[in-house]
């Protein structure tokens, strides 16, 4: 396992993962905007190519978590962890001071997975996710030391 910066050539596979893991995925411009006003983008590569990334925008003292997504294949073994893991690590190291990000309320794994890395629930901010049927976003953030 090893968790690298993404590059172009990352792209496909990216868009993939974010199809497989996404009710209303991001569109291919949507990531080349990302990259274009520098958004940091990681991805998380195992022996069969990439299995995941994370994007983050962090514009210090604060960070905020835009997306994070392991293949559905892959998911409960950890690797979500590490890559949030990686990501919180490498916002410290910019010097960031809080991580924020917002999860769909229905998506429990993920906000038991942010809890357990200290994430706290803030608030919810209602109708945030459009579709068929809006869904609210649970609005949750880390204090870094």
């Known amino acids: 396992m090893r968790i690298r910066p993404s590059s172009s050539d990352?792209?496909?596979?990216?868009?993939?993962?974010?199809?497989l893991t996404n009710k209303i995925p991001w569109t291919e411009q949507q990531f080349l905007s990302s990259a274009e006003v520098g958004h940091h983008s990681v991805v998380i590569e195992e022996k069969e190519g990439v299995v995941g990334f994370a994007i983050y925008s962090p514009i210090v003292p604060e960070s905020h978590?835009?997306?994070?997504?392991?293949?559905?294949?892959?998911?409960?073994?950890?690797?979500?962890?590490?890559?949030?893991?990686?990501?919180?690590?490498?916002?410290?190291?910019l010097g960031v001071?809080?991580?924020?990000?917002?999860?769909?309320?229905?998506n429990n794994s993920a906000i038991s997975l942010y809890e357990s890395?200290?994430?706290?629930?803030?608030?919810?901010?209602?109708?945030?996710?459009?579709?068929?049927?809006?869904?609210?976003?649970?609005?949750?953030?880390?204090?870094?030391?």
Not at 70 to 87: A, W
């Open 10 to 19: 990352d792209l496909a596979t990216i868009l993939i993962i974010e199809s």
């Open 65 to 93: 978590l835009l997306n994070i997504a392991i293949t559905p294949s892959n998911q409960g073994r950890g690797l979500g962890r590490q890559l949030l893991q990686k990501v919180i690590l490498q916002n410290q190291l």
């Open 117 to 145: 890395e200290g994430f706290l629930k803030d608030a919810i901010r209602p109708d945030y996710y459009s579709g068929v049927v809006r869904e609210d976003a649970l609005l949750m953030s880390l204090l870094i030391k």
């Open 97 to 106: 001071k809080s991580l924020t990000l917002e999860v769909r309320v229905s």
